[in-house]
């Protein structure tokens, strides 16, 4: 066959811009940031188990919230999620692959190397520690080099992201299948179509903001500084307009993989799969008109406050259509309780307590009382823990015969499932309390006699439970990887949509004929009338498949090697004549950066002057390992 070359296992995976293997990369990489987040996390309830410990000094517990929040949103949940969309969304639309193949490569390795790059902090002057939304007053007076590396790092990585986004977009408008119309797309797939045009907007405000705070730390800029005729509140604005838009940037794909599994284990079509549509735009509409009521406290004053309080409480309302429609899809199915049933019918009640806490925020006077203390932190963990991570998890569980060809132990999914849910609600629930009790968040310890010590004692007792779930779980996929048996095509036994209708292993070009839908729920559909295969929508013919390619790896190691010029040249809130006065001290922070823009410039000329036509794969030679396949 005329193929590529082949490759070493790590070769291949360097090289490689198929975007089932670039799913895997995502789910490690996600992976193992979510297992240092997690650590982060514990060390940060270990801290906090009694009163007046001193496990970790209060500038380092700094440090760890800072690093915990950091990686958990944007190196640990948007790329596990990547991992569903690439494994699921080209194949559930009949694509052979993404709009831009290239362009996926050099999303995830950005992501990569910026989560290197702001971790590399810990061992190199240490991290960040202005909390993870680095208000300007704080990051601006943050001594050494942690908050250089957060605004850098999460430029590499943020553009991956933006990347993704524009990719994901471009895939879903312009390469569904013949019949595959926007209202017969499955919900995982409108739910990242929603989601990838929320990334595309909410991004640049956020890039904005940390190119403006790299400048005022380390040029001297005066952006945020107030006594050089700049406005703190302006990073608050900058940061937020991108913050909220975030969460439903989480939220949307998790409902669309909760869509997908309440309808395969209800054994019954999603109810009212119009109305799911319109609620999920609409919700990404909205997600945009509320961001400010995370500043009702700095004074903005009753009417901006009020038109916010007002958006926030109707940003509610088709969230609860798509709850009652979730509800309605699982009466009266016959429902099957396999470990992705159960994450999905936790996560409702999870989530409806995290809508609940977040509309008594809505209210702009009650907010007055509710900020800044331990209600928040309540609150914020039941949307992201009860609504994403569960939805990860249960996606795990779900997608992992499409990813792996293989089927995780139901009954150990099933033990960590009833650990993580009982550790998620014995960890936040009682901090709601700790909040209205007074407890300020961001404090490293607390005094004896206050009322928090059995409270903080039993949310870190909840702690351990869930990471003792979640290593059950690392247990469950390494067990299965070794010696799991292989499962055929439809590994449910009730696939809806098209991913479930392809063998296993799925071909490296996906489908050898463009399939042709008929309707929602195409696989179900062709099912239902006897067929079982889907019916093509062209002859066999010749396909056309992009080349494996090295340079989007070479391009984001560029970017990560200037980054290290970029940061000593200056040492952090120097005036820029200051900065420029130092370089002769410091040629080799200059040579640095030059060298690493030079990489990346030479990959992309390399780029540009290749003539990458892909490969051929003729009508012969599809036929042929057609019949290898099945």
Do not use: C
């Not at 019916?535 to 056309?544: K, Q, R, T, V």
Request: net charge neutral.
């Amino acid at each position: 066959m005329a193929t590529q070359k082949k490759r070493g296992l790590i070769m291949e995976y360097l090289t490689t811009v198929d975007h089932k293997k670039i799913a895997i990369l995502y789910l490690i990489m996600g992976g193992l940031f979510f297992a240092m987040g997690g650590i982060e996390a514990m060390l940060i309830r270990i801290q906090l188990a009694v009163p007046n410990n001193s496990i970790v000094s209060a500038g380092l517990f700094n440090q760890i919230i800072t690093m915990h929040g950091t990686t958990m949103i944007f190196l640990a949940a948007m790329p596990l999620l990547f991992a569903f969309m690439n494994a699921a969304v080209p194949l559930q639309i009949g694509a052979r692959d993404v709009a831009f193949p290239f362009l996926n490569a050099l999303g995830f390795w950005l992501f990569f190397f910026g989560g290197i790059f702001l971790n590399l902090s810990w061992i190199m002057g240490g991290a960040p520690d202005a909390g993870w939304t680095s208000y300007a007053s704080l990051s601006l007076a943050s001594p050494g080099h942690g908050i250089d590396f957060y605004a850098l790092g999460l430029q590499i990585s943020g553009a991956g992201t933006l990347i993704a986004g524009i990719n994901f977009l471009v895939t879903i408008i312009n390469m569904r299948a013949p019949g595959m119309t926007y209202m017969r797309m499955p919900l995982f797939t409108w739910t990242t179509f929603v989601a990838s045009a929320l990334i595309v907007f909410a991004f640049p405000p956020l890039t904005i903001g940390l190119f403006l705070l790299i400048f005022d730390r380390m040029f001297g800029t005066g952006f945020f500084v107030v006594s050089q005729g700049g406005n703190t509140i302006i990073w608050e604005h900058l940061f937020w307009i991108f913050g909220h838009p975030e969460v439903y940037i989480l939220v949307l794909p998790a409902f669309g993989i909760f869509s997908e599994i309440f309808a395969t284990f209800s054994r019954k079509r999603l109810f009212g799969y119009s109305a799911m549509v319109f609620a999920t735009v609409l919700i990404g509409f909205l997600g945009f008109m509320v961001w400010a009521h995370h500043m009702f406290t700095v004074g903005m004053g009753p009417t901006a406050n009020a038109i916010f309080a007002v958006a926030t409480m109707a940003i509610a309302v088709p969230t609860g259509v798509k709850i009652f429609n979730w509800l309605l899809t699982i009466w009266g199915g016959s429902i099957e309780f396999t470990t992705p049933m159960l994450y999905s019918l936790a996560f409702i009640p999870s989530f409806v307590m995290g809508g609940v806490t977040g509309v008594m925020q809505a209210s702009a006077p009650a907010d007055y009382q509710y900020h800044d203390s331990y209600f928040i932190v309540a609150h914020f963990h039941y949307v992201i823990v009860g609504g994403v991570v569960f939805a990860l998890l249960g996606g795990l569980h779900f997608y992992f015969p499409l990813m792996f060809g293989k089927m995780l132990s139901e009954k150990l999914g099933k033990v960590a499932f009833v650990l993580f849910f009982i550790g998620f609600h014995l960890t936040f629930l009682v901090q709601h309390f700790l909040g209205l009790m007074g407890m300020p968040r961001r404090v490293f310890t607390y005094l004896p006699g206050q009322g928090y010590d059995t409270f903080n004692l039993i949310s870190t007792v909840g702690a351990f439970t869930m990471a003792l779930a979640v290593i059950i779980l690392l247990i469950n996929v390494v067990m299965t990887l070794a010696k799991g048996k292989r499962v055929g095509r439809d590994a449910w036994g009730d696939g809806r949509t098209l991913e479930w209708s392809l063998p296993q292993p799925i071909p490296f070009y996906n489908f050898a004929q463009t399939p042709l839908i008929r309707g929602l729920d195409a696989f179900a559909l062709e099912k239902k009338e006897g067929n079982g295969e889907m019916l093509p929508a062209e002859s066999l013919g010749d396909i056309h498949m992009p080349n494996n390619s090295i340079l989007p790896f070479v391009q984001s190691l560029g970017l990560f090697v200037a980054a290290f010029g970029a940061l000593y040249i200056s040492d952090g809130q120097k005036w820029a004549l200051e900065a420029v006065k130092a370089l002769p001290e410091k040629p080799w922070a200059v040579f640095v950066l030059i060298i690493g823009l030079a990489i990346t410039a030479g990959a992309m000329i390399a780029r540009s002057l290749k003539d990458d036509l892909g490969y051929h794969i003729t009508k012969e030679e599809l036929i042929e390992y057609e019949r290898g396949v099945k």
